[in-house]
């Protein structure tokens, strides 16, 4: 029990207006003050199930299946570990194998896993209007296998480095990065997207096990004024998905203010054109947690999670919006010139024994650039952060790889490929470099693997590998995540 948890008399006299008869309020209480049990799922653009439960068998973990979600494990180390080496710390974390997640915070993209899954084309767009740090859009590119597109966008642009950081570490390849309100979406990129997911910003109510001090500002008016922030993105994420799409709405607070009174908003706004899906058959029992419309209300003492609240509905048909905005100013990138073309890509059949990228290659300046495939329709629509993943920079010899190409697609490489050890990955992930236990005669970029995952470039030197990972991703001694 975390007898610290802030948990304000108001707080609960507002939950007594609208718990469900079902459900009790001290065992609601005493959840919120029950530690979370940690929870992460594995990333399988870079790990499968199998691999992972074999590697936790030998580390000597405890893992659970999260029923709902066939990647999610409630993980138990010993104390003593835990202590010694934080799981952000672990090679599975470095090598992006795993993401810590809640596991209540994994049901969202998997309100959206059928359509991915049913999708018969590599060719669609989806759109995570507020990503940042990115637990869900990573889930959701390792659904979507990597392919189609994915317009990840974070208001903040502290939170926005963290995402693109993460994106990094975890192999992801088919993002864009945009930095906007997502209020904006509607006006520029009206019906565009396949299908949504809105995470939005919330009064955070379900996170009090997680942040005991998750409730210190609590009040509410402060539910009201985020609610009507929630409106606005969740109007222009209906402006935005094409008519037949699926839109999710998801929050991690309790308050029907945020919650169903903005899916109301949003059936009200666009009435005729807009269904509810409903989520009772989400997973097995999931109907303990579905409300009488169909969302799911996950309270923390039904599975023993986070609070969170998910919604889906479909688009049925067209909506008139009279307000429609285009970006003005030229689309800065060029396509890479045949020529060079040719050139890099004998250089990574020889370096490396890649065939071939997927995707298209594009230059700006000295810098090449990977977009995926979905990218041409909507690439001039707004301005993003970042286009696919930055594979190069162009020098009067040829290209310099970046660090991106190995993490999204050093697992294409059969020649050039170093497994660090422990040790060696410690050193690299530090940013030094990593020293050899036997003299090479081998020369050129290599590919670093750990855990059997690609994580990063290197350069043969006699005695040791020239450690090539961006400064931008190290502080302090460690890589930049969010645990
Ligand atoms: N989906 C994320 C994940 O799973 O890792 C968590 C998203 S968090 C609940 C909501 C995010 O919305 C925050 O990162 C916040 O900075 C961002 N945000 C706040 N206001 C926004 C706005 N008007 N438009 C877009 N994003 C916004």
Same mark, same amino acid.
């Given at each position: 029990?975390? #007898? ?29 003050? #029950? ?85 018969? *084309? ?85 996170? &009090? ?14 539910? &009201?004024?985020? %609610? ?28 029907? !203010?945020?919650? $169903?009174?903005?899916? *109301? ?24 947690? *579905? ?27 067209? &909506? ?25 890509? %004998? ?11 997927? /995707? ?17 329709? &909507? $690439? ?40 660090? %050890?422990?040790? $060696? ?22 590919? !670093? *693997? ?5 994580? /990063? ?27």
């Amino acid at each position: 029990m975390d #007898k610290n948890t802030y948990i304000p008399e108001d707080f609960i006299e507002d939950v007594k207006c609208y718990l469900p008869e079902h459900l009790n309020l001290d065992d609601f209480i005493d959840h919120c003050q #029950k530690p979370l049990r940690l929870s992460i799922r594995v990333n399988t653009l870079k790990m499968s199930i199998d691999e992972f439960e074999l590697e936790a068998q030998k580390l000597g973990w405890q893992i659970t299946p999260v029923p709902w979600c066939p990647e999610g494990f409630w993980i138990t180390r010993s104390e003593e570990e835990q202590a010694n080496l934080p799981i952000g710390n672990t090679a599975l974390h470095l090598s992006g194998c795993i993401y810590v997640q809640e596991a209540s915070s994994m049901l969202p993209p998997l309100a959206l896993r059928s359509e991915i899954e049913n999708i018969q *084309t590599d060719h669609y767009a989806v759109l995570d209007m507020a990503a940042a740090p990115g637990s869900k859009t990573s889930q959701l590119c390792a659904l979507m296998e990597n392919k189609g597109l994915l317009v990840a966008n974070e208001f903040s642009s502290s939170r926005l480095k963290v995402l693109a950081a993460n994106m990094k570490r975890m192999g992801i390849a088919n993002c864009a990065l945009s930095h906007f309100d997502g209020k904006i979406f509607g006006d520029y990129m009206y019906e565009c997207f396949d299908h949504i997911q809105l995470d939005a910003p919330c009064s955070g109510e379900g996170t &009090v096990r997680k942040d005991a001090s998750a409730l210190k500002n609590w009040s509410i008016q402060s539910n &009201v004024d985020i %609610s009507n922030v929630q409106k606005d993105l969740i109007r222009s994420a209906f402006l935005a998905l094409k008519p037949g799409g699926s839109l999710v709405y998801s929050t991690c607070t309790l308050t029907p !203010l945020e919650n $169903q009174q903005v899916c *109301t908003f949003l059936l009200e706004e666009f009435a005729g054109a807009v269904e509810i899906i409903p989520l009772d058959n989400l997973f097995e029992n999931a109907n303990q947690a *579905t409300t009488s419309e169909g969302y799911l209300h996950v309270w923390p003492q039904i599975y023993d999670s986070e609070g969170f609240f998910i919604a889906k509905f479909k688009k049925i048909s067209s &909506v008139e919006h009279h307000n429609q905005q285009r970006k003005k100013g030229a689309f800065p990138f060029e396509p890479f010139a045949a020529k060079a073309h040719q050139a890099f890509s %004998s250089y990574l059949k020889k370096q490396f024994k890649i065939k071939q990228l997927p /995707g298209t290659l594009m230059q700006r300046d000295k810098e090449l650039w990977l977009f995926p495939e979905k990218l041409e329709e &909507v $690439q001039n629509k707004i301005k993003y952060a970042r286009l696919g993943i930055k594979v190069g920079s162009i020098h009067k010899n040829g290209v310099r790889l970046e660090h991106e190409l190995a993490t999204a697609f050093g697992h294409l490489a059969a020649t050039n490929v170093h497994a660090l %050890s422990d040790k $060696q990955a410690t050193e690299y992930f530090q940013g030094k470099d990593v020293r050899l236990e036997n003299p090479t005669n081998q020369t050129g970029e290599v590919i !670093l *693997t750990l855990c059997g995952a690609p994580v /990063g470039l290197g350069k043969w030197q006699k005695n040791k590998i020239k450690n090539n990972l961006p400064r931008d991703l190290i502080a302090q001694g460690q890589l930049i995540t969010w645990v």
